[in-house]
């Protein structure tokens, strides 16, 4: 079994890539050290930048994994501020948001970019999912804004779904059927 050290204080996000990797050999284990997410233009850029600090007081290889929700009617927002705006706005305040807003209307998509620093070299892995924002909350499972997201090909929100019902679909499960990959065949990433 080998040992991956993610860096997150997320317990959902640890435990969505310890139901994906775990069946695959890989032990995931959680490093709560955190790093400032500084104000960035992109999801990559956070990653880069969060990977620089970490780097700076791990001694081994790691990942992190920065994501986001953006909303079409909202110009792409929360994008890169997503877990601020869980925090104060939530759920409920991203549906006051949407107010009036049509179904047609409602696309957005999750984001996720997992860094990956390997013996001093970085490698990303992108995963995206579409779907759309649903006009109230539904399900009690997952965190964040799962309650009111529903990928495309669904009904569903993704806190209506078990974890590997969302990690077959999701941001985060795309991007981490990359990384394995990469681990298994050393290739793609950027
Ligand atoms: P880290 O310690 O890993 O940084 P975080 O919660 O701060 O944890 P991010 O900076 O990547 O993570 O914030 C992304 C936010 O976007 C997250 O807090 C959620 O509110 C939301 N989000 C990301 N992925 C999500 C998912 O799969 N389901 C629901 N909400 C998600």
Request: glycine share 14%; aromatic share 10%.
């Amino acid at each position: 079994m080998r040992t991956i050290v993610f860096v997150t204080g997320n317990t959902g996000k640890l435990a969505e890539a310890r139901a994906k990797l775990g069946p695959l050999g890989f032990d995931v284990t959680q490093d709560k050290g955190g790093y400032p997410e500084l104000q960035c233009d992109s999801l990559e850029e956070v990653a880069k930048e969060g990977v620089r600090a970490v780097a700076g007081r791990l001694d081994c290889d790691f990942i992190l994994e920065d994501a986001g929700l953006f909303v079409d009617a909202l110009h792409g927002f929360p994008g890169v501020y997503s877990a601020y705006v869980n925090k104060t706005l939530g759920c409920e305040g991203l549906l006051k948001l949407m107010d009036g807003t049509p179904e047609n209307g409602r696309a957005a998509r999750f984001e996720a970019v997992i860094a990956y620093y390997e013996k001093g070299t970085l490698k990303l892995f992108k995963g995206v999912c579409h779907g759309r924002i649903s006009d109230s909350m539904r399900g009690g499972g997952g965190f964040g804004f799962d309650p009111v997201f529903v990928p495309t090909g669904d009904d569903r929100s993704f806190a209506e779904m078990c974890k590997n019902e969302k990690n077959a679909a999701s941001h985060r499960g795309r991007a981490f059927d990359q990384f394995v990959e990469y681990l298994k065949n050393g290739q793609s990433g950027h």
